[in-house]
């Protein structure tokens, strides 16, 4: 960063202040007729300031970026006091060059980032979502949290905002569906409850208005007052427990608790081991393409699928995340453990009358240990816990297995037990 600091003045050099005595000097001084072309040049480029030059991205066909655009949008998103998250800097790139009818090609998101990543006053960072942010290094900033659930605004500006709302006509109640979209429409509107905000206060206000206030909703993609959404008919659908017209499909039977559960246990299952985590919007076409059973929310009880799936009877198997600009839902899998084998707990040591002495002598003899080399004659009191791997194969044919394993005789004392081997017949 400093080597970047030091390198804007050689970049960007300042014009020489001059008195004005030096400077009528200097206006009466000619370059000598003798100066090669190339000085002269040189000259000229050391005092004008240097311009930014188009950079080239990406291979023979790849698009020429002009650099003082991209930085003109990013100072313009700190002025917005919007992040500048990759997404939102491409749409500003391309308002700002139809703004001044520049005739510079659509950018598309990975030029975007290579020319980002070769700029020297840019950071780039990246974060959740698969998603990207070019801030200024050394730059304090004030960016607004679009997601904050938390409500820092004044109750007038609420009241007169729901009077706007509902006072809106067929031809002016449709709004952009995207948050920085509509946010931006009601600022161009000049509304006075939004005189003295910036646009990335807005498009939280419009965030909030949605998910909280209830004053906006959605129809078909787009923004609408919320007595005139689909948000208000799935809220009424919730309360009566019944789903939507437009939610249920045909001759598909729609879900229950029970069949939500297993169906969602199911879908969590078949995930691959790569897979850390699942977009919410894919489940409802996954219950419809496993298990030909349409989930309704609604008829669930809820309005909205993020908040069925926070409920309490599926709180062991997933939970529901905000990440990048998406929720998604992160299963809860349980690891595989390897699984011990304990004789001693398998096996009573005490003889029961249903028990055979020819059963307690085949089961004594796998737990008695009557090797003398390592205990020093003495058997094993307390037979080991085996895994499933150390357990070996049962020998292939009756012979076999008489010669590797000798019979054993159980003898009872009223204290302990001892085991010996009999002579083969």
């Not at 000259?43 to 991205?57: K, Y």
């Not at 949605?210 to 005139?228: C, D, E, F, H, T």
């Not at 062991?316 to 084998?341: E, M, S, T, W």
């Amino acid at each position: 960063q400093q080597q970047q600091q030091q390198q804007l003045p050689q970049q960007f050099p300042q014009p020489q202040q001059l008195s004005p005595q030096q400077g009528s000097q200097q206006s009466h001084q000619q370059p000598p007729q003798q100066l090669p072309q190339h000085l002269h040049q040189q000259l000229q480029q050391q005092q004008q300031p240097q311009q930014l030059q188009p950079q080239q991205v990406g291979s023979k066909s790849a698009l020429v970026v002009d650099m003082k655009e991209v930085l003109d949008a990013v100072e313009s998103l700190y002025h917005d006091e919007l992040k500048p998250y990759g997404r939102i800097l491409r749409k500003r790139v391309s308002e700002l060059g139809q703004a001044s009818g520049s005739s510079t090609p659509d950018l598309g998101i990975k030029e975007l980032r290579s020319a980002c990543d070769s700029c020297p006053w840019l950071c780039v960072q990246d974060v959740e979502g698969a998603d990207w942010v070019a801030m200024f290094p050394n730059r304090t900033a004030n960016f607004v949290d679009v997601y904050s659930p938390y409500d820092i605004y004044p109750q007038e500006m609420w009241q007169r905002a729901a009077e706007y709302f509902g006072s809106l006509g067929d031809d002016s109640m449709i709004l952009p569906g995207g948050r920085y979209s509509c946010a931006q429409v009601l600022k161009s509107r000049h509304l006075p409850f939004l005189s003295d905000r910036s646009l990335g206060q807005v498009c939280h206000i419009v965030q909030l208005a949605i998910s909280q206030k209830k004053l906006l909703g959605y129809l078909n993609g787009a923004v609408v007052p919320y007595n005139r959404s689909q948000t208000m008919i799935k809220e009424k659908c919730a309360e009566r427990q019944r789903p939507c017209t437009s939610s249920t499909r045909g001759k598909s039977s729609v879900a229950t608790w029970d069949m939500m559960r297993g169906c969602l246990r199911r879908v969590i299952e078949n995930m691959s081991p790569s897979e850390q985590t699942l977009p919410l919007s894919n489940i409802k076409r996954l219950f419809r393409a496993q298990f030909q059973v349409e989930l309704s929310e609604t008829a669930l009880g809820y309005s909205k699928l993020s908040e069925l799936l926070q409920d309490r009877r599926l709180q062991d198997l997933c939970r529901v995340q905000l990440q990048g600009h998406g929720y998604v839902i992160v299963p809860f899998r349980v690891p595989a453990k390897r699984n011990l084998i304990s004789l001693s707990d398998s096996l009573s040591l005490q003889a029961s009358p249903l028990t055979t002495a020819a059963t307690q002598e085949q089961a004594l003899s796998g737990l008695v240990n009557t090797s003398s080399s390592e205990n020093g004659g003495r058997r094993s009191r307390r037979p080991q816990p085996l895994a499933l791997e150390e357990i070996t194969s049962p020998p292939s044919s009756p012979r076999r297995a008489n010669q590797e394993i000798a019979p054993a005789v159980l003898r009872l004392t009223p204290t302990k037990f001892t085991a010996h081997s009999l002579a083969t017949t």
